[in-house]
C-alpha cells in the first residue's frame, strides 16, 4: 500500500541531550522518500500518544491472532537506537513471541540508525513499541502519533495531510482494557456495570469520598474530612436513588475514543470520552477520575 510509505518515517527523533523550543517540530526533506516529521523528547502530545498505544496494543495482538477481511493494513512502530541516534520507524509482517517482544520488516531505510536498512527482519523488546495502527475499511485505528502530528496541523495542511493518507482519521475508536488499571478502564469498566445492571460492579467504579471532596471544593465549601465523608455518603445515596428510579443508561453497541487526558493532579485527571452511538450520532463528555488505593475510580461529570 502507498501508505506504507507515506507514514514509514513520519514520526522520526533524533536523540537530543539538550533539545530547545526550535527542536519540537521540523522536518527532514530525502528525495525519493517520504519526509520525516521530527518532535522533541519533551512533547506531551506525543509522550501521551505512545503511553496510549502501549496500553491498547492487545486490541492490535488480537487482529493479528484473529484477523479481520476488513482490515486490510496492520504495522508497528518501533523505538530503535543506535548510540547516541535513535528514531521511530513502522514495521511491516508484525509478530509477537510469548514475553510481547516485536518483530518484523523494517518498512524504510533508516536516516539516523546506519546500521539497518529497509526489508530487514529485526526484533525489539516489547518497551521498544512506540506506536501501532490498523486500517479497517479504509479507517485509521490506533495510529496514535500520527493523530498526535495531525492535530498540530491547522487548515489547508491539515486537508493536505488527511488526502495524502488515503485514509479516514476521526477521533479513533480505543481499545482500553476494561478493568481500574486506567483512568479510560475505570469508565469502560463502570459503563459495563451499567450494561449488566449491576449495583455492586457499578459502586466499585466510583469514589464517592473523592467526588464529595470535589464538589465541596468547586463549590468553596470546607473540605475537613467529616464535611467530605458526609457529602460523599449524600452522593452515593443520590447515585442509587438515581438510577433505581431511572434505570441504567445502556452503551450496548457504543465505540468509544478517549482523545485526551488532562492532569489535574497527579491522582486526578479529566478524561474526554467521545460516544460512538449505533444510530451513527456521537456525543462527548468529560469525567473526573481518581487514583485510588485499590484502582482508578470514576467521579462525577465535568460541568
Not at 512502530?77 to 518484523?104: C, M, R, Y
Not at 536516516?111 to 479507517?139: F, L
Not at 479529566?270 to 468529560?286: G, L, R, Y
Amino acid at each position: 500500500m502507498h501508505i506504507m510509505g507515506f507514514f514509514s518515517n513520519l514520526f522520526g527523533k533524533k536523540k537530543q541531550t539538550n533539545p530547545t523550543a526550535a527542536d519540537v517540530k521540523f522536518v527532514t526533506e530525502r528525495e525519493g522518500e517520504p519526509d520525516v516529521v521530527h518532535v522533541a523528547n519533551e512533547d506531551e502530545r506525543m509522550d501521551w500518544a505512545i503511553e496510549k498505544a502501549n496500553l491498547t496494543i492487545e486490541y492490535f495482538k488480537d487482529s493479528l491472532r484473529n484477523p479481520r477481511p476488513d482490515q486490510q493494513y496492520l504495522s508497528v512502530k518501533a523505538h530503535l537506537v543506535e548510540g547516541q541516534n535513535s528514531e521511530h520507524i513502522w514495521l511491516t509482517d508484525p509478530t509477537f513471541d510469548e514475553q510481547g517482544n516485536l518483530f518484523g520488516k523494517l518498512g524504510n531505510n533508516p536516516i539516523y540508525v546506519k546500521h539497518m536498512k529497509m526489508g530487514q527482519q529485526i526484533g525489539v523488546d516489547a518497551d521498544q513499541i512506540s506506536d501501532w495502527m490498523i486500517i479497517e475499511n479504509g479507517r485509521l485505528i490506533g495510529g496514535y502519533t500520527i493523530r498526535a502530528i495531525r492535530d498540530g496541523m491547522h487548515g489547508k495542511k491539515r486537508d493536505d495531510f488527511d488526502t495524502s493518507t488515503g485514509m479516514f482519521i476521526d477521533e479513533g475508536v480505543d481499545y482500553f482494557k476494561h478493568n481500574l488499571e486506567t483512568p479510560e478502564g475505570a469508565i469502560l469498566s463502570l459503563e459495563d456495570a451499567y450494561d449488566n445492571k449491576d449495583f455492586d460492579a457499578a459502586l466499585a467504579c466510583k469514589n464517592f469520598y473523592e467526588e464529595g471532596r470535589l464538589m465541596a471544593e468547586s463549590k468553596g465549601m470546607p473540605t475537613e474530612e467529616g464535611v467530605v465523608e458526609k457529602m460523599g455518603k449524600l452522593l452515593k445515596l443520590s447515585f442509587i436513588q438515581y438510577h433505581q428510579e431511572n434505570g441504567f443508561p445502556s452503551f450496548k453497541g457504543v465505540k468509544r475514543a478517549f482523545p485526551n487526558r488532562q492532569k489535574v493532579t497527579d491522582d486526578l485527571y479529566i478524561i474526554t470520552e467521545v460516544c460512538f452511538n449505533p444510530d451513527q450520532t456521537k456525543s462527548m463528555q468529560k469525567h473526573y477520575v481518581h487514583k485510588s488505593n485499590n484502582g482508578w475510580k470514576v467521579l462525577n461529570l465535568v460541568e
